[in-house]
């Protein structure tokens, strides 16, 4: 008879709180501080989740719908709930990376957001099948960004994401966590306290290394030149910072570039005004992300799903106006949604789900957010998620810090 380990825990989690809790566990403190990651005093990084707990709903009692739909398009892409997978460096947190969070949406019926800085190429993550949205930053000239995009558009992408919110914010009141620039010897002696108790995640990473013989390199391959090396993360960051930054003219001859090439659609990431909302749709972009880049960015910027009723309302008949920034189960999404956003995309909470199961804690992840979808529409009396109205929400006065009316 083979005899059940009584204190093996459960690889399914019933809630993000709890995937990352298992992550923190499990991950070396390093790798789990650069996913909480924030800025400065970390004043964003704390506002975008407790923003959405400000906010509340208002449930009817009775007249609830028996069934409830999820289904709905971003750019496009027909998608099986209004969650989509938005781009993140996940360097070193699971050996199969991005590959893994691509499987999760595809299994789950959602797009694939892939940073230009993952840690596995576009064509490895297109090849999962998931329908891709590749990221980019404004970074090289406009020779390397053109062949950037041709290379993600020959990969198969549908989509092409520019993020252009980074301002390269310095230091963090709490410390940052090291990132080595190569995984070598030196490295791996210097960081050894840190792994050495975390044995689940060095197992994990001993089985790739027997596997494929490499160790995680901490190198980005979507920014490798045709037929040259990978540059190190530090080194493609070395480029972005040394990069003029982006004008409008240059958002519009970017989308300009990636619709002649690919007859594909283009989203700004990273947008918190409405004046910046006018100018994106005027630049010809088809979808937007009210972002502050997960509150790692400039300390200070307020929570997203503050500026998303007042965004959503001049530009949400013009284009998909998407929200992501501390969403962390169904109801939130919700709540974005009823203020105005065609989907939410989230990061640290799959983020979470791959460092605590690999993708079946990815998909984890997507099934808490769609049955707390479902459980809010059926409080809720909705039959859809296109029917979301502001009416279902309680929103305090004051909620959106001013964001409202464009500055004159
Ligand atoms: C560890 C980490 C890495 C990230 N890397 C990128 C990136 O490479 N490109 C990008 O557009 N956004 C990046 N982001 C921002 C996310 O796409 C997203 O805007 C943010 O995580 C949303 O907030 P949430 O984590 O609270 O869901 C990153 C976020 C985290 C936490």
């Not at 983020?351 to 997507?366: C, S």
């Amino acid at each position: 008879m083979k005899l059940e380990n009584p204190w093996k825990q459960n690889p399914w989690f019933e809630s993000v709180a709890v995937a990352q809790q298992r992550a923190r566990r499990r991950l070396p403190a390093p790798v789990y501080g650069a996913l909480v990651a924030g800025s400065e005093r970390g004043q964003s990084v704390r506002d975008n989740t407790t923003a959405f707990t400000e906010l509340g709903l208002a449930p009817h009692v009775a007249g609830h719908q028996a069934k409830r739909e999820q289904a709905t398009t971003v750019l496009g892409q027909q998608i099986t709930l209004p969650v989509i997978i938005s781009p993140t460096g996940v360097q070193a947190v699971h050996p199969d990376g991005e590959v893994a969070v691509a499987r999760a949406a595809a299994a789950r019926g959602t797009v694939m957001g892939l940073s230009n800085f993952a840690s596995k190429s576009v064509e490895e993550v297109t090849a999962t099948g998931a329908p891709t949205f590749f990221q980019m930053y404004w970074t090289g000239d406009r020779d390397v960004m053109i062949q950037r995009m041709q290379r993600a558009h020959a990969a198969g992408a549908v989509g092409l994401i520019a993020t252009l919110d980074w301002s390269f914010s310095m230091g963090r009141d709490w410390g940052s966590p090291e990132i080595p620039e190569r995984v070598d010897l030196k490295a791996m002696i210097r960081l050894a306290p840190a792994v050495a108790t975390k044995p689940r995640w060095l197992a994990q990473f001993g089985r790739e290394y027997r596997r494929t013989g490499r160790l995680p390199d901490l190198t980005t391959p979507n920014l490798a030149p045709p037929g040259g090396a990978a540059p190190t993360f530090f080194g493609a960051y070395y480029e972005w910072m040394t990069t003029t930054p982006p004008t409008w003219e240059d958002v519009a001859w970017m989308r300009e570039q990636w619709s002649q090439m690919s007859g594909r659609p283009f989203m700004l990431k990273g947008v918190c005004r409405i004046d910046d909302a006018l100018r994106a749709v005027d630049a010809g972009v088809d979808g937007i992300s009210v972002s502050n880049h997960g509150g790692n960015n400039l300390d200070g910027t307020p929570a997203p799903i503050r500026a998303l009723h007042p965004v959503a309302g001049r530009v949400g008949h013009q284009v998909d106006v998407l929200m992501d920034g501390g969403v962390r189960r169904g109801s939130d999404v919700v709540k974005a949604l009823a203020l105005g956003a065609k989907a939410v995309m989230i990061g640290r909470a799959y983020l979470w789900g791959l460092a605590a199961n690999g993708q079946a804690g990815v998909e984890n992840v997507l099934d808490i957010m769609r049955g707390g979808i479902d459980s809010a529409l059926l409080a809720l009396g909705r039959p859809s998620v296109h029917d979301l109205t502001p009416e279902d929400v309680i929103l305090p006065p004051g909620f959106t810090h001013g964001l409202d009316d464009p500055p004159s």
